[in-house]
């Protein structure tokens, strides 16, 4: 009996089942071919500040579509995302965006936002800007097409301020690796969340 293959990834699930909600927020599903466009808008507003893999890209976003496009699009880049919580005030978010060596920070138009990056002296890529643009398809590189996404995280800061979690550059992925804490958590392929 031949075992189906069920595709892994993003782009993987978007081409073979462009259709499928892949999340939905407040009552609004997304698809994975809409997930995907947006990832690959994402990548290209943000591919301009990478020099190599491994930078680091702020995201300071809300619960939203465009988040986890923004996310997809940083690690389709082979940058890292560090993300900023949106209840940080202006220095708490600039001192997290120097701290990290984050190259560009993705994000609305609040006031917090704009201050930090500014203080931080890197550029904003507004969310409004990325959203229904007229780039192609497609990510600016295929190299990390398949690659998880990769955070740098942030501690609480209780003995002081908050320290960044160094990670190495992602890997390279044309082909999405089996995700563990998919399995722990016991989702399935065709879950949607």
């Known amino acids: 009996m031949e075992q ?6 993003l782009a993987a699930v978007a081409e073979a089942d462009p259709g499928r909600a892949a999340i939905v927020f407040a009552g609004k599903p997304t698809t994975f071919a809409q997930l995907d466009h947006l990832s690959n808008a994402f990548a290209r507003a943000i591919f301009p500040y990478i020099r190599e893999p491994g930078e680091r890209v702020g995201v300071m976003l809300g619960n939203s579509a465009e988040t986890f496009g923004a996310w997809h699009g940083v690690a389709r880049v082979g940058a890292l995302v560090v993300p900023v919580n949106t209840r940080l005030t202006a220095p708490e978010a600039a001192y997290m965006l120097r701290d990290s060596g ?4 993705v994000s609305d138009t609040s006031a917090a936002a704009l201050a930090a990056a500014e203080e931080a002296g890197i550029p904003m890529i507004e969310v409004s800007d990325v959203v229904g643009s007229s780039w192609p398809d497609a990510p600016p590189v295929g190299d990390w097409i398949a690659t998880p996404v990769t955070t740098m995280q942030y501690t609480s800061g209780t003995t002081g301020r908050p320290k960044g979690i160094r990670r190495t550059a992602p890997a390279p992925a044309s082909e999405a690796p089996p995700n563990p804490f ?3 958590w016991g989702f399935g392929p065709e879950d949607v969340h």
């Open 4 to 9: 189906k293959v069920v595709p892994r990834g």
């Open 102 to 105: 984050s190259v560009a920070l």
């Open 182 to 184: 998919a399995a722990f």
